[in-house]
Each structure stands twice: as C-alpha cells, then as structure tokens.
C-alpha cells in the first residue's frame, strides 16, 4: 500500500519508518524535501519525500503528523481535494506552547478538538484519529516490561477504523475503539496527561496508557 505522511518532524520520520518496515511505499510531505534525503536513503527503496500535495497525492492512507500551529496551512497545501475518499489517521494534538520549558497548554477542547478540525478541513476524508496518545519512541513496536499499551483511536467511518486498526496492530498495538471523532475531545486531553508526566520525570518519554480489565 502507499502510505503519504503530510509532515516531516520526528513523529512523521518514526511512522514512515515503521509503515516502511512493514513493506509499504511511503512519501513524506515537506516544504523542504532536501532535508530528508537522510531519512530516504535509510528507507530505500520504497521511500521518498515530496510536496504535501504530491503526497497527499500519492497516498492510499494519509498520515497527518504536523505541528497544529501549521496543520490547516499544510492541508491546504496538501488540497482537500487530494484526500478525498481515502482514510486520513490524524495523530495530531492541538498543543499550544506558551512559556519556555513549561508544559504546553491545549489550544481546543470541551466542544471542539483537532481531530473534528482536520476532519472539517478534509470534509471528503475518512479520518481517524490515532497514535495522538503516545511518544514517538514508542509508536512502533512499544516494548514495556509489563507488556504493550493500548491505543484509543476514534473516527466516523468504521471501515476506515478497521484499516487503522490492522495498522496498529501489526505495530503491536492493542486498540480499542471510543466511537466518532468527537471522541477526540477525550483523547486529546489523555495525551496532555503524557504530556505533564513527561516534564514532572526528566522529559523521560517511556511510558503509555493501558486499560485493566477484570
């Protein structure tokens, strides 16, 4: 499958990476493809980097992996038009950063969040949101003592959930399903409790979320 990745930071690399691993084509999009030809060389020869819109344009699956301060600029870039009919995993989280070396602060929430915008931006779009609750050393393979965490995902579409699913699961996820993308309301805030760990233990980022069940 072609998998296209809108987003080229250390989240878009791990994933691309890791759907690389699992013998998909992956395109990165960028505003500078040059500085990934690192990244490209090491995943070759199914790997490459181009614009957002010939990304979006080569994707089967589309990844949203950008800062949230450059996500409806990117998609623009991208065009709606490029994602229309396809499954889109959001794992983005509205993060708004306000003082240096200080936890950021959660720029939508109650009513709204990032994962019913992006699926507002892409109106054609299946998107499902996903891989917003965990470290990017993590999101492939998680490997805990204790063995892997849960990941929640939600999304309107349930075939396109489906397909997400498998994906996670060949990372080695465990998922459970929290319904319609509301449901982002609920998960974006669960990843500012990841957040806040990460500051109060040495920006140590080993550590997840499972659900015990009895």
């Not at 991208?78 to 720029?107: C, S, W, Y």
């Not at 929290?178 to 500051?199: H, N």
């Amino acid at each position: 499958m072609k998998i296209g990745i809108i987003g080229s930071g250390v989240v878009g690399q791990t994933l691309g990476s890791g759907f690389n691993s699992l013998g998909h084509s992956v395109k990165i999009g960028t505003r500078d493809p040059q500085k990934l030809q690192d990244w490209v060389k090491t995943n070759r020869p199914n790997a490459s980097a181009g614009s957002f819109a010939e990304t979006a344009s080569f994707g089967d699956v589309i990844v949203v992996a950008v800062s949230w301060s450059g996500c409806e600029n990117a998609l623009k870039l991208a065009d709606p038009k490029n994602f229309a009919g396809k499954v889109v995993i959001d794992a983005t989280n509205p993060l708004k950063f306000t003082e240096q070396g200080k936890p950021p602060q959660l720029a939508l929430g109650h009513t709204d969040s990032a994962g019913e915008q992006v699926q507002r931006w892409l109106p054609d779009a299946h998107v499902v949101k996903a891989f917003n609750i965990a470290g990017n050393a993590h999101m492939v393979h998680p490997d805990f003592p204790d063995g892997p965490p849960d990941m929640f995902i939600c999304g309107n579409d349930n075939k396109a959930k489906q397909t997400v699913t498998e994906f996670l699961e060949a990372f080695g996820w465990p998922v459970i399903d929290l319904g319609d993308i509301t449901k982002s309301r609920y998960l974006e805030p669960l990843a500012m409790i990841w957040v806040e760990y990460l500051f109060r233990n040495g920006f140590n980022p080993n550590h997840a979320f499972r659900l015990l069940r009895k």
